[in-house]
């Protein structure tokens, strides 16, 4: 019954920021990671950014310095501040958590960036 929801996703002009957000509900126990992905028309999902149960954040290359994850841990929501957008980063946005025996995914939140 854990459903995520994310939120938090529009329109902004190159250089402009958005913060995402993902509520997780229901009965999550043994959580080992939370993270985004995105999808580009025509790609692949590719991840952007984890953050481990302990707090340690990771990030895809493209995005490092730009990006950055953070989570409530207690309360099973994860952020996504993003900086300095570029219009490659437009894309559907979707939040992941990780758990023993398997992971759970959200709807996504659309991304635009205009140049």
């Known amino acids: 019954q854990v459903q995520l929801v994310e939120s938090g996703g529009g329109l902004v002009q190159a250089g402009g920021s958005l913060r995402l957000s993902c509520a997780a509900s229901?009965?999550?126990?043994?959580?080992?990671?939370m993270a985004w992905y995105r999808q580009a028309p025509g790609k692949q999902r590719e991840l952007v950014a984890t953050?481990?149960?302990?707090?340690?954040?990771n990030y895809a290359e493209s995005v490092k310095g730009r990006f950055a994850i953070s989570r409530e841990h207690a309360k099973n929501t994860v952020y996504l501040q993003m900086n300095s957008l570029k219009p490659e980063d437009t894309a559907l946005y979707y939040c992941?958590?990780?758990?023993?025996?398997?992971?759970?995914w959200g709807q996504g939140t659309q991304v635009t960036v205009s140049s």
């Open positions: 953050i481990t149960s302990g707090g340690s954040p």
């Open positions: 992941n958590i990780g758990v023993r025996g398997g992971q759970y």
């Open positions: 229901g009965m999550i126990f043994s959580i080992r990671a």
